[in-house]
């Protein structure tokens, strides 16, 4: 069964104030590691895929990376716009053949000015 | 470009009242899912359709059907709801070309059951 654990549950950091989000995986075949971003009452906003352990992306202020067991979110130099709960999911398999995403329960972080 | 609609945004419904959820992609994308997320939870997908034509179960089916109705519409139904289905559901959509995935979201349904 495919599992995925987020670590912290919540992170509090200051403006400007770097730090890493966890996303452990076990997952049979990896295929993709999603990372979203959530706001309260609005839907997770895609932000990475990755495929392969050594792959890196960017978008502004975040930077994912990803090993054969665990991704993490490295967000530089914060400001409080980066508040927002962050998700991890896995993808193990082709969708077209019934594989689906496994989420993760999520990093609440607040970013204080 | 609208992405992924779902609709209603909010509904309170009575236990034992019925309705289906709506959820429309614009992206051509071929596989389209239901979550629900409740807290402490995370987001637990219900049913999902790889392609056209078909559906399965996923994780919490029970209480729920599902309808493919074309490519870009689908919808989910609640025939008898229960106050543990209060809870917001996402709609999402997926396409896996081989080389990469896409994978977006609507923005939720929030509904209530009393």
Partial sequence: EDQVTQSPEALRLQEGESSSLNCSYTVSGLRGLFWYRQDPGKGPEFLFTLYSAGEEKEKERLKATLTKKESFLHITAPKPEDSATYLCAVQAGRLISGSRLTFGEGTQLTVNP | ?114
């Avoid at chain 2, 419904?13 to 979550?35: E, F, I, P, R, V």
């Avoid at chain 2, 637990?44 to 599902?66: F, Q």
């Avoid at chain 2, 519409?73 to 809870?87: H, I, N, V």
Wanted: charge should be positive; aromatic fraction near 12%.
């Fill in chain 2, 1 to 114: 470009n609208a992405g992924v609609t779902q609709t209603p945004k909010f509904q309170v419904l009575k236990t034992g009242q019925s309705m289906t959820l709506q959820c429309a992609q614009d992206m051509n994308h071929n596989s389209m899912y239901w979550y629900r997320q409740d807290p402490g939870m995370g987001l637990r997908l219900i049913y999902y359709s790889a392609s056209e034509g078909t559906t399965d179960k996923g994780e919490v089916p029970n209480g729920y059907n599902v309808s493919r109705l074309n490519k870009r519409e689908f919808s989910l139904r609640l025939e008898s709801a229960a106050p543990s289905q209060t809870s917001v559901y996402f709609c999402a959509s997926y396409r896996d070309s081989g080389a990469s995935t896409e994978a977006f979201f609507g923005q939720g349904t929030r509904l209530t059951v009393v």
